[in-house]
């Protein structure tokens, strides 16, 4: 029995157009043979073995999504929510606190949220060979099976075998230089690093404490100021923001004594590009990949995502071609390392579009901006059943609301009135509003805005829901 502990705070950018800042890769589907996100494979991937309620660490902005999806698989979960990224050693010393808090000593599997894994038997293998050598004390490390001299990723140097599915670790090694890599491949030795890992909650403590003290003390004294909100767990933000920012191999795994990597052979990938997801994908004969709605002619080797638009392809070669709403991208499929260049370029010049899609997910369903112009706006909005907004007005705009499907119970002033498909309801500039969703199916409405000022920061609220 053990607790899973999943690190879902990533910005994934490199996964641009589809993955940004407020809705980043592990909250999307990339695979091609389920529907479900990343972050709901990884909870789903451990179908089967005896595990406990997870612990999920997130950050603010994205703990209506977190919750949503696990809402959607059927999955209870406590969600730590990090003030700031302090890096993978300070979120798991809260989330291994959490899971002693009541005197307990569980054993935790940490997992990232957004990594690939081909072969559920053999990674589900893996685990229970670790589940050993945790129960005895150890800080276990998942080392991949290395399938290429692959130099983005660090390596794990196995030492002496303790049996036959997990070693002593030797040495973590750095990401190396191709002609390095070749010769870890050929030498059978080294392991790609995973960063996942299995352990105590009271071993990984003992280790932080011995070797980043400060670490220790800063979360301990975060998790004093401890308030639950529903699923959400808050820690105390100022004493966290003094925590210093590492990583578990730095902070605890390079300098613990009680090390052990067990190897992994299940078709894992970290996704940390498009062309490495496409790697990972199911191919047709030509070796493509294509999401959606693509006519591909003469065409070899591509990855193309088309969920909104027809994308047709003639006499194409190793090219990567994304679409999304507000924005498309074209590269080279040797060349998309360097789509983080673009993202770097759009948050320089203050766009919009490396932070957010144009369709946005809100606690009550989900807005998009189908239209804009100089002194409008307009918004298709879903509203959840049972979800409402909060009660709020705005001083520079007014809205028009024409309703498509569904049924809208709208409180506007001192009056209330339930609006239904085909009619409409106009909120004048500086009246106070709100609306909800009484009905079974989600409601769907059309928004118009219209003034001088549309921007979202003209919105004073008087609750939050």
């Not at 705070?9 to 389920?34: M, V």
């Not at 979120?91 to 949220?113: H, Q, T, Y």
């Not at 080392?143 to 002496?160: F, K």
Request: net charge negative; proline share 4%.
């Amino acid at each position: 029995m053990f607790i899973p502990v999943i690190m879902a705070g990533g910005s994934g950018t490199r996964l641009w157009p589809l993955s940004r800042s407020a809705f980043p890769k592990q909250f999307l589907s990339l695979d091609t043979a389920s529907e479900l996100t990343m972050l709901q494979a990884t909870i789903e991937r451990l179908g089967g073995l005896e595990s406990e309620e997870p612990i999920i660490i997130s950050n603010e902005d994205h703990r209506f999504i977190v919750a949503e999806q696990m809402r959607r698989v059927g999955k209870k979960s406590r969600i730590i929510l990090e003030p700031a990224g302090r890096n993978t050693a300070p979120a798991i010393a809260l989330a291994s606190m959490l899971a002693a808090e009541n005197g307990e000593d569980p054993i935790l599997l940490v997992l990232a949220a957004d990594h690939f894994v081909k072969n559920k038997r053999a990674f589900q293998e893996a685990i229970k060979h670790a589940l050993v050598q945790a129960s005895n004390g150890k800080l276990v490390t998942f080392g991949i099976v290395p399938t290429a001299p692959e130099i983005g990723y660090g390596y794990i140097h196995r030492g002496m075998a303790i049996d036959e599915e997990a070693y002593e670790v030797e040495a973590f090694v750095e990401k190396p230089k191709r002609e390095v890599a070749e010769q870890y491949l050929a030498s059978e030795q080294y392991y790609w690093n995973s960063g996942c890992f299995m352990f105590k909650a009271s071993t990984y403590l003992k280790e932080l404490k011995a070797h980043a003290p400060d670490i220790f003390s800063q979360c301990t004294k975060a998790l004093n100021g401890l308030n639950f909100d529903s699923d959400f767990v808050r820690v105390d933000e100022d004493e966290f923001l003094k925590c210093p920012d590492d990583s578990i191999d730095y902070a605890v795994m390079e300098h613990t004594k009680h090390a052990v990597v067990v190897p992994m052979d299940a078709g894992w990938s970290d996704v940390g590009s498009w062309s490495a997801l496409w790697d990972v994908s199911d191919k047709d004969e030509d070796g493509n990949v294509h999401h959606g709605d693509a006519i591909l002619e003469d065409t070899k080797g591509c990855y193309i995502y088309a969920p909104n638009k027809l994308v047709a392809a003639v006499g194409l070669k190793d090219i990567v071609v994304i679409e999304t709403k507000d924005a498309v991208l074209v590269a080279d499929k040797s060349k998309v390392q360097e789509v983080k260049r673009i993202v770097e370029c759009l948050k320089a010049d203050s766009r919009s579009e490396y932070r957010e899609h144009r369709e946005s997910y809100r606690p009550w369903g989900k807005s998009d901006a189908i239209d804009k112009g100089d002194r409008y706006k307009v918004n298709r909005i879903t509203v959840e059943p049972g979800k409402k907004q909060s009660m709020q007005f705005h001083y520079h705009r007014a809205e028009h609301w024409v309703v498509v499907s569904g049924t809208a119970k709208v409180t506007f002033d001192n009056t209330v009135k339930v609006i239904t498909e085909n009619q409409s309801l106009y909120i004048p500039v500086g009246m106070n509003h709100m609306v909800e969703n009484p009905g079974k199916v989600p409601l769907e409405l059309i928004e118009v805005q219209s003034g001088q000022y549309l921007q979202e920061d003209d919105v004073v609220r008087f609750e939050e829901k």
